[in-house]
């Protein structure tokens, strides 16, 4: 079993809908819930960040996480075709920074 | 310039030669990372450097040989590399690498390596 399982998609959703990205884990030693996005021929960019359990909220961004059920979310409220990229979960605990990432998904916003 | 800068962005090798690939971060963070990316796969994290000694070596192989000469740069140096490792090298940094607090990593574009 890897220790984080996310769908790799893709993912393809018209302009202006609701996405929703998951990953579950099962290291329940992780503290530190990231995402990441990932647009094409460029690095990593660090979307949003989560410490332990509960909602975090950025503009069109939530990030949600549920450690007693080991799974984590990522909400994009009216989305963009800009929004396409893949997109990366990773975790971490605390103490050592090394960071598990999925697999990422890849999402495709059509205007 | 600033962040975190690969270079060269595109390289292709026989398996028997020797290159190497280079990082510089204008950050002014201490820890430094190599990951690999191929496709259909997690980034896997290859190497970490914390204030310039190699704190993580995750099972790579040899022909793959990291140098850290100060907190800002970063080589990957590679030699007889197989065609399994045509990948994506990836390069991040972080203000440090043992933290209670979360340290976000900053990532370079990378180098897309091809294995002939």
């Known amino acids: 079993q890897k220790e984080v399982e996310q769908d790799p998609g893709p993912l393809s959703v018209p302009e202006g809908a609701i996405v929703s990205l998951n990953c579950t884990y099962s290291?329940?030693?992780?503290?530190?819930f990231m995402w990441y996005r990932q647009y094409s021929r460029k690095g990593p960019e660090l979307l949003m960040y989560?410490?332990?359990?509960g909602n975090k909220e950025d503009g069109r961004f939530t990030a949600q996480v549920d450690k007693s059920s080991k799974y984590i979310s990522l909400f994009i409220r009216d989305s963009q075709p800009s929004d396409s990229a893949t997109y990366l979960c990773a975790m971490s605990a605390t103490g050592a920074q090394k960071l598990v990432f999925g697999q990422g998904t890849r999402l495709t916003i059509n205007p | 310039e600033t962040g975190v800068t690969q270079t060269p962005r595109h390289l292709v090798m026989g398996m028997t030669n020797k290159k190497s690939l280079k990082c510089e971060q204008h950050?002014?963070?201490?820890?430094m990372y190599w990951y690999k990316q191929s496709a259909k796969k997690p980034l896997e994290l290859m190497f970490v450097y914390n204030f310039k000694e190699q704190t993580e070596n995750n099972s790579v192989p040899s022909r793959f040989s990291p140098e850290c000469p100060n907190s800002s740069h970063l080589f990957l140096h590679l030699h007889t590399l197989q065609p399994e490792d045509s990948a994506l090298y990836l390069c991040a940094s972080s203000q440090e690498y043992f933290s209670h607090y979360h340290q976000p990593q900053h990532f370079g574009d990378g180098t897309r390596l091809s294995i002939l």
């Open positions: 989560t410490y332990s359990s």
């Open positions: 290291n329940s030693a992780f503290q530190y």
């Open positions: 950050l002014g963070h201490n820890a």
